[in-house]
Each structure stands twice: as C-alpha cells, then as structure tokens.
Nanobody, 126 residues
C-alpha cells in the first residue's frame, strides 16, 4: 500500500515557477514509477510527466517539454515536478500517481497506475 500527498501548488503569474512535491509512504516506493497528471475544469485528466523507479528515465508531454522537470529522491520517498515558464493553460489540479514495476510504454495511461494523491491546485494568471 502506498499513500501519496501532493503539495506546492498555488497562484503564480505567467512566466513564473512552482515546484510540486509528491510525498509517499511505504518502504517499497523506490520500486514504483511515478507519473504527474493534470486536470483542468471540464477536461480529461492528462499526462504531464513520468519518472521511472530509479530516476534514470523521464518522460514528458509535448506541451511541457523544456519547461517542466521531474525528479525523485528515493531516500526521502519524494518525487518533484519543477515547473518553469508557466502559462495560463497550465492551470489545473495536478495529481501524482504511482505504479509498481510499470513499464515505460504505459506511463501516459492513467488507468495503469495503482495509487493516486488527492491533487494540488495550480493557477497561472495572465
């Protein structure tokens, strides 16, 4: 069992930065891939970024490439999403999710993840 708690959301002006954190409980967290997803009002939950169990491989949606960076510290059971050059269209609730032994082919599929956090709101003003 893994519990995930996101933090770090807030209100920021366009062009600004935020760092989201996803803190996990559970001794086996280091065997989980972690994905970040976001959901804007009236839209489907969409893939943002993912990182494999070791942190050695990362994946990004085209819309955030070059602006967002995902990383993890397994000693702290925490995954981070550094978001730079934020745009109003990045406004959404951001969720982290964990999938044990999840292959990279499935990172973008939200139904492949086993555990989800409660989400944190990110609002980017123009």
């Amino acid at each position: 069992q893994v519990q995930l708690v996101e933090s770090g959301g807030g209100l920021v002006q366009a062009g600004g930065s935020l760092r989201l954190s996803c803190a996990a409980s559970g001794r086996t967290f280091s065997s989980y891939a972690v994905g970040w997803f976001r959901q804007a009002p009236g839209k489907e939950r969409a893939f943002v970024a993912a990182i494999n169990w070791s942190g050695g491989s990362t994946y990004y949606a085209d819309s955030v490439k070059g602006r967002f960076t995902v990383s993890r510290d397994n000693a702290k059971n925490t995954v981070y999403l550094q978001m730079n050059s934020l745009k109003p269209e990045d406004t959404a609730v951001y969720y982290c999710a964990a999938g044990r032994y999840l292959g990279s082919s499935y990172y973008t599929d939200r139904y492949e993840y086993d555990y989800w956090g409660q989400g944190t709101q990110v609002t980017v003003s123009s």
